[in-house]
């Protein structure tokens, strides 16, 4: 009996876990070929699961994409908190770098995929990693945003001080992530945490 009658039954793995065990082989499968090489093929053999599988759950190998970076950019979102101008402003400055950059580096996979697929080869990817970079820059400059309100982000174009930002972060997840560098997650919150105080904290 094929595997996507049993699950049809509702005798094989509980769908939630189905679907993240297919999420989860897809994003290694991304990571290791590269979203333009990967096939549904590559996935379902990584998965241990029939093709016919893989279409209950997912439409195509973009849909599966898709999630994977939407699921990404929500944890972002949960990760960077709104500053209490009453409690200790750099303790809480360091912990939201802290979340953002353990998030980073705790799924290397995904954050590999991001950094470093081609593109130019297909336009709706491209315009799915834009999109996700673009809301995070929309949560980074919100942030600096509230940071100016409170007195403890320097005046000036909170836009541009997100770009800054997120700029440096790409391009030291990119060395640690793709190309290997051991700097330690301390190490990284430390320097990213120096860069902001020095160009967009308040003293």
Do not use: C
């Amino acid at each position: 009996m094929s595997n996507e009658v049993v699950e049809k039954r509702g005798k094989g793995p509980d769908k939630a876990t189905r679907r993240q065990e297919i999420l989860q082989s897809a994003r290694d499968v991304f990571a290791k070929n590269g979203y333009h090489a990967a096939k549904v093929e590559d996935i379902v053999h990584a998965a241990g699961v029939a093709r016919g599988t893989f279409y209950l759950y997912f439409e195509d190998k973009r849909a599966i994409f898709e999630e994977i970076v939407d699921r990404l950019l929500v944890r972002f979102g949960m990760a960077i908190q709104r500053v209490d101008v009453g409690g200790d402003v750099s303790q809480q400055v360091r912990a939201n770098i802290r979340r953002i950059v353990h998030l980073l580096l705790e799924d290397k996979l995904t954050t590999k995929m991001l950094l470093s697929d081609a593109h130019g080869v297909d336009p709706a990817f491209d315009r799915k990693i834009h999109s996700f970079f673009e809301q995070v820059r929309a949560l980074l400059e919100e942030s600096l945003i509230d940071g100016q309100e409170l007195g403890i982000v320097v005046a000036g174009n909170a836009r541009l001080q997100a770009i800054f930002t997120i700029g440096a972060l790409k391009e030291i997840m990119n060395q640690v992530v793709v190309r290997g560098w051991d700097d330690s997650e301390d190490e990284i919150v430390d320097a990213l945490f120096a860069f902001l105080r020095g160009g967009a904290l308040s003293p």
